[in-house]
């Protein structure tokens, strides 16, 4: 939504279709509970946030991105505030900032814990104003319609009545957020199944640095909701069965406050010595807020009581938190340069389906919303930009492909004879193969055992076939769709990690337990060939941070 | 013994297989953690693929997967089973809306109420952001904040006995929407605003039963935010009546 309303500055001439899967406003954004990072503090300044997103990146982010990001994030958070964001403020009427793991100092703005939910409805509030922007809710694009080497619209299924509508355009940007849904256990929404990552993929786009995948530390078991950061921000602690604030064990100097990689590996280790409670959805360590009290937790952490209250049902005020570490976000994506360009013409991406990269092997928290902010901005002018100077695709061939899918989709599908495969199977033992075999902890023949059992779930997809032949509002034929997704980009994540033979970041080997800058200061690029993920490095960009031990 | 189960029973629609909506029945497992959205999620990957309804976050902000439970617009991922065990539960669709297919509805007139409101800072004197943000202490953004929490899930349309009867309405949460930015001091777009909803489909057309408030999961509270609008549409005209009409002329 960003990048359509940069879009829509650049000219009023411009034709903006806004395509999303679901209503903008239930973009998982909405979930986003602790901030969004930028240096506006006296005692803070651009280069020291560039040195803690690198430092927490495990040095493999590219810098010169770094760099323009955090240069422009402090603009981006006071636009949104001009847009009506309403953001929490100092009794001076200033935006007020907050503490937030791995920062070195308090640099996250925020909106109480529901952060993402305000960001999100004021830019779709802000949204409606352009009349250049034109909605096209609950359209899922089933593939990108490419003419001549470069991407010129997308095919996308009406769930209305499972029409397919070819979208002509001289510009494509992707947004479609994450793929935690790959995994059992996470934080993410049913619907960040890895959608524009799979539609780049197929277009022969290559997905860079997909074995990076960011455990949150803090994560109600079972459900998987997320405990913001904002917790620990404020001041919570982490506490295993022995009643000790275990992190002086691990990171002392940060203890909280360190970043999630760390993290999320003391509470596994916290686990795997027996040192953690036992519940019926597995092992957990406390959050506990409750000396923070009732007028900081009703004022700052509402909704964590609200969740906690609502979904486990104890206060937060008087009983510790159960929380255990989960899927939460994904470092890698469509490979970008700093302008959201991907190789192929005409295609552009931004936010968590893109790797720029600024997050490297590890992202900080409260960076990905200024990078949605950041980024979103920048592609979308930039792709209005080279949209005004572009000729215009031919129809006729396009109208063709888009007549294709549909047809893929009837005959695959909506009429499909035989098929004995369904798809809540294939889904559930894909989500335990990846946490299985791509988890916190990883190795060589875990990683290995996963692309296997990737690659038998692909086998058995082709003979999948769904139940629901209607085509008002198939919500099988979309969970089929989703679920082919899911595959490729699973494929390609531990493909990556099998071949990163180092530990770095949220990557940690059992059996390679150093960081191998002389082989691997390297992002990964995994494309598409009949016979799987082809795997490719790309040197990182360092300007002017070298690669040191990552301290804290 | 055996392990324990709840019946749903659940409101279908296929237009393309009956012209009427109907009930299916389903036996599901229970247990007490489970909320109806489990119980659907159960029923789609184990009974019948063919069941269509909205879902995304799970955690009760996202607003997609309102419903009537029980006969009461709830968001299904957020309401127990155990609220109504050993009972059955009835899941239908939301009240007030046309149905496209079992339990989703067809929100676009919402959508449409949605930005008829210019839901939008409006500004006379837009400063440049590179001039920094507008002031605002805590007190000022306490004066909306309570309205600006609305997550669209559309449960006080499903409730509300104004819009049932007249669906030109535009109803409670986008009338809410419509009073959170003209509070907001970076606002200065209230006339532009009132003239929109202080009309007869708007904010006079709500007789102020209060059932958005109450079924309303974030406490928004649309009820008090029409009430408050009213008071300011009248306090307005009245002022503009007590204000004199142009220097009466002397006759000469």
New interface residues.
């Given amino acids: 939504m960003r990048a359509a309303i940069a879009a829509a500055e650049v000219s009023d001439t411009l034709s903006i279709a806004l395509i999303s899967k ?2 903008p ?4 954004t ?2 986003a509970e602790g901030g969004a990072g930028a240096a506006f503090g006296d005692d803070d300044s651009p280069d020291l946030h560039a040195f803690d997103t690198i430092r927490g990146s495990d040095y493999l982010a590219d810098q010169d991105a770094v760099e323009a990001f955090v240069t422009e994030a402090p ?1 981006e958070i ?2 949104l ?4 964001c ?10 007020a900032v907050r503490a937030f793991g791995g920062m070195s100092v308090n640099r996250t703005v925020f909106a109480a814990d ?1 952060t993402g ?2 960001l999100l ?1 004021t830019l779709f ?2 949204s ?2 352009y009349d250049s922007i034109v909605r096209h ?1 609950e359209f899922f694009v089933t593939s990108l319609l490419n003419e001549d080497g470069r991407c010129a619209g997308v095919a996308a299924v009406d769930l ?1 009545d499972s029409e397919v509508r070819c979208f002509v355009a001289k510009a494509v940007i992707l947004c479609t957020g994450g793929l935690g849904r790959i995994f059992s256990f996470t934080t993410n ?3 960040n199944t890895g959608d524009g990552m799979a539609l780049a993929y197929r277009a022969g786009v290559p997905l860079k640095d997909m074995e990076f995948v960011q455990y949150h530390p803090t994560g109600l078991p ?2 998987g ?2 405990m913001t950061e904002a917790s620990r921000g404020e001041g919570g602690y982490l506490i295993n069965k022995e009643g000790q604030r275990f992190l002086e064990e691990y990171i002392p100097s940060k203890m909280e406050l360190g970043p999630r990689d760390i993290l999320s590996r003391a509470i596994m280790q916290e686990i795997e010595k027996g040192r953690a409670f036992e519940g019926p959805y597995g092992e957990y360590v406390h959050l506990d807020v409750r000396h923070l009290g009732e007028k900081l937790i009703d004022e700052k952490l509402p ?1 964590v009581r ?2 906690v209250r ?2 486990v049902g104890i206060d937060p005020l008087h009983e510790p938190i159960p929380v255990r570490p989960v899927v939460h976000y994904m470092m890698g994506g469509i490979d970008t340069d700093m302008m959201g360009r991907t190789p192929l013409p005409g295609l552009y991406s931004a936010g968590e389906t893109a790797c720029v990269s600024m997050n490297g092997a590890n992202r900080l928290g409260s960076n990905s919303l200024s990078e949605c902010l950041v980024f979103g901005a920048r592609v979308g002018s930039q792709a209005a930009r080279d949209a005004l100077d572009a000729t215009a695709p031919a129809q006729e061939p396009l109208a063709q492909l888009a007549e294709a899918e549909q047809d893929r989709l009837v005959d695959g599908y909506l009429e499909k004879e035989g098929g004995r495969e ?3 199977p294939i889904r559930r033992e894909l989500q335990t193969a990846m946490e299985r075999g791509a988890g916190v902890f990883r190795t060589e023949e875990s990683l290995k055992e996963a692309v296997e059992e990737v690659r038998g779930l692909k086998d058995r997809y082709r003979d999948l076939a ?3 032949r ?7 034929l979309v969970a089929a769709l989703e679920l082919g997704n899911m595959l490729d980009v699973a494929e390609t994540v531990v493909a990556s990690g099998l071949e990163r033979r180092e530990s770095r970041g949220s990557h940690t080997r059992r059996d390679a337990r150093d960081r191998d800058d002389e082989r691997y200061l390297k992002h990964t690029l995994a494309s598409s060939t009949p016979d799987g993920p082809k795997i490719e490095y790309r040197d990182v960009t360092i300007t002017r941070w070298p690669p040191a031990e990552r301290k804290y | 013994m055996a392990d324990p189960t709840m019946t749903l029973k659940v409101a279908r629609y ?4 009956r012209p009427k909506p109907y009930f299916d029945e389903y036996e599901v497992p229970y247990r007490e ?1 489970m909320v109806v959205l489990d119980a659907l999620n159960y029923i ?3 009974l ?3 069941l ?13 997967c309102g419903m009537m439970v029980n006969y009461k617009p709830r968001l299904t991922c ?1 309401t127990f089973l155990r609220e109504f065990y050993p009972k059955h539960v009835v899941v239908e669709p939301l009240e007030n809306f046309p149905i ?3 339990l ?1 509805i067809d ?1 676009s007139d919402f ?1 449409e109420k ?2 008829t409101v ?4 409006i500004r006379t004197d ?2 440049s ?2 001039e ?7 007190e ?2 306490d004066r ?2 309570q309205f ?5 899930c559309m449960l006080c349309y499903a409730a509300c006995p104004v819009y049932a009867k007249d669906q030109e309405f535009i109803g409670p949460a986008a009338l809410a ?1 419509a009073y959170r ?1 003209n509070l ?1 001091t ?2 200065q777009g209230q006339d532009e605003r009132q003239q929109i909803v202080a009309v007869d489909w708007g904010i006079w057309d709500c007789t102020f039963v209060g059932e958005c408030s109450v079924v309303c999961p974030k406490d928004v509270d649309p009820a008090a935010a029409i009430q408050r609008s009213k008071v300011a549409a009248t306090t307005k005209s009245m002022m503009s009546m007590l204000l004199p009409f142009g220097v009466e002329r002397e006759e000469d």
């Fill in positions: 679901v209503y406003m239930r973009s998982h909405v979930s603009r006071t636009q505030e001009h847009w009506g309403p953001w929490s403020r100092e009794p001076d009427g200033h935006m529901k939910f305000h409805h509030q802000t409606l104003k809710d209305r929404a049913s619907i079972g459900t909701i997320l909704f609200e969740l609502k979904f369904r798809i809540a769904i139940s629901d209607d085509r008002a509002f198939n919500t099988e | 296929r237009p393309e297989h953690d789609k990957d184990e019948d693929g063919s269509a309804y909205r879902w995304s976050c799970r955690m009760g902000v996202c607003g997609s957020s496209i297919r079992d989703v929100m959508m949605l930005r210019k839901p939008w800072i837009e400063h952001v590179d920094g943000e507008y002031l605002q202490p805590p000022q953004v909306y904040k600006s929490m609305c997550i669209n929407l930015y907001d970076r606002d």
